[in-house]
């Protein structure tokens, strides 16, 4: 198969057509070269406050609730592109309205060609999200079968911690989708390392889709900086490096690579180094702790 990651830049809108013109675009391309599965990053949603005009979409909590107030527009214009693509879309993550918590949480929902294939919620939020959008973590964790494949979503945080996806990898998962959001160079490094990390660890593809550029008139969004990649690990038959692509860096536009599942049931059985198989091994080293 072959996966492509968006290096993504939010737009000022005018209207609704205007963002149906450029996801339908973007998807378009994305399927014209060959991809099966499209990623767009962390919060990409957050254009859609601008279609409440520059006071709301520069106010953190109007935007939030603006974005919310399209979200069965926007699950019908994904499912009707990835229907007529014949593709797979993990779309923008963005603020929605979950059953049982007050306040939005951060959903990236995945669709396929017959429709949505379901959702997951961000489960560790950062001190931004915390502190200042008070966004609510997620309370469950996913892998989604398809005709793809078993795949599991970090969005961008979540991809620092390796419990998590360790977790999906228990439960089958071959590809693991990292939507980002960062808005410094740091905050890029943060994620694309916990990406490749958990490559390494899981014997798997990581796909990290990130925000790019600038938009000083989307709260919280403001700055963007970042580079659509894919990774595997470093192992037999992988680059040497672990990076299966890269773009440029905070240049918009897709980045593509061709996946291979018998590549990954490989090395977990008989890579170089076994770091699936051995993972429980570190459990009964630690003992008591570090200090006995």
Not at 114 to 139: C, N, S, Y
Not at 186 to 209: D, I, K
């Amino acid at each position: 198969m072959k996966i492509a990651a968006a290096a993504y830049p939010l737009d000022f809108l005018s209207d609704w057509d205007a963002y149906a013109a450029k996801l339908s675009d973007w998807v378009a391309r994305g399927a014209a070269e060959g991809a099966d599965l499209l990623v767009f990053p962390e919060y990409g949603a957050m254009e859609l406050g601008s279609l409440g005009g520059a006071g709301v979409s520069g106010d953190l909590e109007a935007a939030l609730y603006e974005v919310i107030r399209h979200t069965d527009r926007v699950i019908s214009l994904h499912a009707e592109l990835a229907a007529h693509h014949r593709v797979h879309i993990l779309g923008a993550s963005g603020p929605a309205s979950a059953d049982g918590i007050a306040r939005p949480v951060n959903r990236a929902v995945l669709y396929g060609p017959e429709g949505v294939i379901g959702h997951q919620d961000k489960l560790i939020m950062t001190r931004f999200e915390r502190e200042e959008w008070d966004i609510a973590p997620g309370h469950r964790l996913r892998v989604f079968d398809t005709a793809l494949g078993r795949i599991g979503i970090l969005i961008c945080y979540d991809a620092e911690f390796p419990l998590l996806a360790r977790a999906m990898v228990e439960a089958g998962a071959e590809i693991l989708l990292a939507p980002s959001c960062t808005e410094t160079t740091a905050g890029y490094t943060r994620v694309r390392v916990g990406a490749m990390a958990r490559a390494l660890e899981g014997q798997c593809v990581s796909v990290h889709a990130p925000l790019v550029g600038d938009a000083p008139w989307c709260a919280g969004c403001e700055e963007n900086h970042g580079a659509a990649a894919l990774y595997g690990p470093p192992d037999a038959g992988w680059p040497e490096n672990g990076v299966l692509a890269q773009g440029a860096f905070d240049a918009p536009g897709w980045v593509m690579a061709e996946i291979s599942r018998d590549q990954i049931a490989r090395t977990r059985a008989d890579g170089v180094v076994l770091g699936v198989q051995h993972w429980p091994e570190q459990l009964a080293r630690i003992g008591r702790g570090a200090g006995d």
